[in-house]
């Protein structure tokens, strides 16, 4: 007879109704705690290590974000906000005509704006930040999507520059 794998959908249980056990070092359902998987099955002996993995996770956090300065920068003029919103507007729209999920369009939008905060692009060649703007959403589709449109069939939604994906994947 097959084992009862009642919390087999979830590594850990429910938020909701339950509480910390530190006699077995797991989380569990107050109505269900002999169902409960154990912290041990994400290699976590106890509550302090959750702890270090959560502080841990927020310290490099800022790893993946925009230099301190960011917003300065468009206060400052040295980035152009309007540039900025058109290509984060075509990002959605070609979010929404492939139907992927926001995670992807979030993605491909941080990738963009931590490019922005690092790099300096030419002003006045508008084609940089579209030819930008493709490879972030090409990326950010490769590492959430399970099915990619090929690099060309991406530029679609009012794109005003169409790039050769050898350029694309150059950038």
Known sequence: MAPSLDC????????????????TGSFCEVDNRDACQSLSVLGLADKSEVDESIALLAEQESNHMPQAGYLQMFQDRTLDARARQNAVSWILKVQAHYNFGPLTAALSVNYLDRFLSRHQLPSGKFWMLQLLSVACLSLAAKMEET?????????????????????????
């Open 8 to 23: 087999a959908a979830n590594l850990l249980c429910s938020e909701f109704g339950g509480d910390w056990d530190d006699d």
């Open 147 to 171: 099915d990619v449109p090929f690099l060309l069939d991406l530029q679609v939604e009012g794109a005003e520059f169409i790039f050769e994906p050898r350029t694309i994947q150059r950038m």
